[in-house]
């Protein structure tokens, strides 16, 4: 059976009956036992990103901020038929005891992460346990493989994005974006036949289709081709999540969980 890779973006988990969709994708498919997730993203133009609202939360301890991270999640733990008020009370102590904005910043990836597991059945692995980075805060390529390895092997898993820690378990996160990077990685480092990263649009164009109704999705694009189009401002994909797929030849299919028929863009 091949093996699979899916990395879910925040359009595609901004609320329960996302969730429900981005279920019924995995699904559909037995070959995608291995999914990297991100903190869910704006429903709308009048939403605060949950990143940004746990940074200021943990900076400010102003509980406005947290109720509304809060009400979120609660919400799309009663659409998937989840209590999530115990996690939420145990995340929001656990943000309160440590002293670090990076860690404060992934509890979004955490939560989703744990919701999603819960909801397909899949285990649950914390990227603090396979996402090892350097105490100056740099990607520790050599222990992120060993440690993936040993934690993500076996049983279909969720992990979250964006962050990873130390040795000392001390958080750091990627660049914003950064759960493309985790979802590479673990593609690289895992082997995986195809790293699927699902998003909001059907693809990768030639100029951003929301500006120009001229913009033509690209079917097929060499590596070298997505990073130049990310150099020139396309953010389908962060441009570090290219490396790892590229040095381990994965081919990448991008596509979107609101049309996941679309045939998307290939990158290999």
Known sequence: MP???????????????RFLRVRDIIRSDPSRRAIVVSAPG???????????????YFETGDEALWRAAETRFLEIGETIGADAAPLLQETREAILRKSSAAFAAGRGE????????????FRFVDAMDCVRFTEGGTLDRAATRREMLHCLCGEPFV?????GADAARRAFVFPRGGGDITGALVAANLGADVYENWTDVDGVYDRDPAV????????RLTYDQ???LA???????HPD?????????????VRSSFLPRASGTWIT
Request: hydrophobic share 40%; proline share 5%.
């Open 3 to 17: 093996f699979i890779v899916c990395k879910f973006g925040g359009s595609s988990l901004a609320a329960g009956d």
């Open 42 to 56: 704006r429903r709308d133009a009048k939403d605060e990103k949950i990143t940004d609202l746990l940074i200021r």
């Open 226 to 228: 997505m990073e130049s």
């Open 159 to 163: 992990l979250p994005g964006f962050y």
């Open 212 to 219: 120009d109704p001229r913009a033509r999705r690209q079917r």
């Open 231 to 237: 150099a020139a401002g396309a953010n389908v994909l």
């Open 110 to 121: 955490y939560l989703s992460a744990r919701l999603l597991a819960r909801l397909l059945g």
């Open 241 to 253: 999540s290219l490396r790892p797929a590229r040095e381990e030849s994965i081919p990448v299919h």
